[in-house]
């Protein structure tokens, strides 16, 4: 399995951003896909997740901010994300778990500045 993100970029605070992730390549069926980052000098953190069944969970620090949505038939998952803080400066990653192995993306860069 293959997750490609893309949407990051530079935004200014309390701007709004659309990560995508899909997912290609030899899959059964994803599980959950979930949004993670890592910001400068931080550990990885979840950010947001959504099951195969529609439940969502997402970080104290971005409810009511960003929303998880999924397309079960394209094996997408995006993260719209609004009201954009400094500290959501990160690395984001996509997340996929197939068969109970995670794959992980890459990583697109949000920097966020006042």
């Known amino acids: 399995v293959e997750l490609m993100e893309s949407g990051g970029g530079l935004v200014q605070a309390g701007g709004s951003l659309k990560l995508s992730c899909v997912a290609s390549?030899?899959?059964?069926?994803?599980?959950?896909m979930a949004w993670y980052r890592e910001g400068p000098g931080k550990q990885r953190e979840l950010v947001a997740a959504?099951?195969?069944?529609?439940?969502?969970d997402y970080a104290d620090s971005v409810k009511g901010r960003f929303t998880i949505s999924r397309d079960y038939t394209k094996n997408t998952v995006s993260l719209q994300m609004d009201s954009l803080k400094l500290e959501d400066t990160a690395v984001y990653y996509c997340?996929?778990?197939?068969?109970?192995?995670?794959?992980w993306g890459r990583g697109t860069q949000v920097t966020v500045s006042s």
């Open positions: 997340k996929a778990t197939d068969l109970g192995i995670d794959y």
């Open positions: 390549g030899s899959m059964w069926r994803l599980g959950v």
């Open positions: 959504r099951s195969l069944d529609g439940g969502t």
